[in-house]
């Protein structure tokens, strides 16, 4: 498997305020989509089928209608980036994730957030992938206070201040002091919120790559990018791939609102975030426009559908 470094989001801003009220439903996002129910095709990824061991015999005159063993029932997942078995898992349950006050200047109590939170995660996701048939297995996770070396490279990567997500071992690696006061001329999340939620939510990002590792979302993404001839291809490639991962998080966030929590004020702290996360001038064009970013986090938050997150269907103006 390529080594693949997901490279999370540059930030710069300022802070919006809290309100001790739950959220509720809030307004609708767009782009939206009808829910197409694809059907399951077959891929060039190996079917995954439900085994069954089937009864012997020694010779035809000793098989009856008691002993005859039904035929197997194979499912085929599909893996592809437009039509992917991801897409029929419905939105997350919700999940009771209180997140208590941590502060994300304290690297033990930030880890600790983000190690509770992520089981949160798994819980979560485990329970719509599993029904539909897909393989799962929790993220590990490397955390450090300052900086380390992973399995996909340095973390953070030189002159970055953000975590990645490793396919390789199917690991996160995050620094917490560069992901909170940032890293050379990368300014850190903290400087847009100093709220736990604006960090949690960036892991639920990292989390969606696992998600789209699992689901064969990855391999196929990369594949592709390996066929593209084109620099801008590639990058277009990567944009789509990334502003999915935003909007799985985002139906993180939603699904645990009601006890993180999320209130409405600190929705609108979140939306804020990611209308200054993105693609800046300067930086290469991988990961999308603040503005499709903001776009993207709304729609998993209000949408809440594995289908609505489908990047690979929309126009291209929202993935820019």
């Known amino acids: 498997m390529f080594a693949l470094v997901f490279v999370g989001l540059v930030v710069l801003g300022a802070v ?9 439903v809030s307004p609708i996002a767009i782009p939206t989509f009808a829910d197409s ?7 060039a990824e190996p079917a995954r089928t439900a085994s069954a061991e089937p009864r012997r015999t020694t010779a035809s005159s000793d098989i009856s209608e008691d002993t005859i063993t039904p035929p197997v029932k194979v499912r085929t997942l599909n893996t592809s980036l437009e039509n992917n078995t991801l897409y029929r898992a419905g939105g997350l349950p919700r999940v009771n994730c ?11 109590q930030l880890k600790a957030l983000i190690l509770r939170t992520s089981k949160c995660m798994d819980r979560g996701w485990s329970q719509i992938m ?25 973390f953070p990567s030189p002159g970055s201040m953000v975590p990645y997500y490793c396919p390789r071992n199917t690991t996160i ?33 990292e989390y969606g790559h696992h998600v789209q590792q699992l689901s064969g979302l990855s391999n196929t993404w990369w594949q592709r990018s390996l066929r593209s001839s084109s620099r801008s291809g590639k990058l277009a490639l990567s944009r789509r791939f990334e502003l999915q991962a935003t909007c799985f ?19 609108n702290t979140l939306y804020y975030f990611y209308s200054r ?15 499709n970013n903001n776009r993207w986090f709304r729609q998993g938050y209000e949408k809440n559908k594995a289908f609505q997150c489908n990047t690979w269907l929309a126009p291209s103006s929202s993935t820019s």
């Open 173 to 205: 690696y995050a620094s917490t002091r560069a992901m909170v006061r940032g890293v050379g001329n990368s300014g850190g999340y903290g400087s847009i919120t100093d709220w736990h939620g604006g960090v949690i939510s960036m892991m639920a990002h």
């Open 98 to 108: 209180p997140a208590g006050s941590a502060s994300i200047y304290s690297h033990s």
């Open 37 to 43: 129910r694809p059907s399951y095709t077959p891929t």
């Open 16 to 24: 919006a305020k809290n309100s001790r009220r739950s959220d509720p």
């Open 277 to 291: 996360v993105g693609d800046w001038p300067g930086y290469p064009r991988d990961h999308g426009s603040p503005a």
């Open 249 to 267: 998080g985002a139906m993180f966030m939603r699904s645990v609102s009601a006890s993180y929590p999320v209130t409405p004020a600190r929705r």
């Open 130 to 154: 599993r029904k539909q048939g897909m393989d799962w297995r929790p993220p590990g996770y490397a955390l450090t206070a300052t900086k380390g070396r992973g399995a996909c490279g340095d």
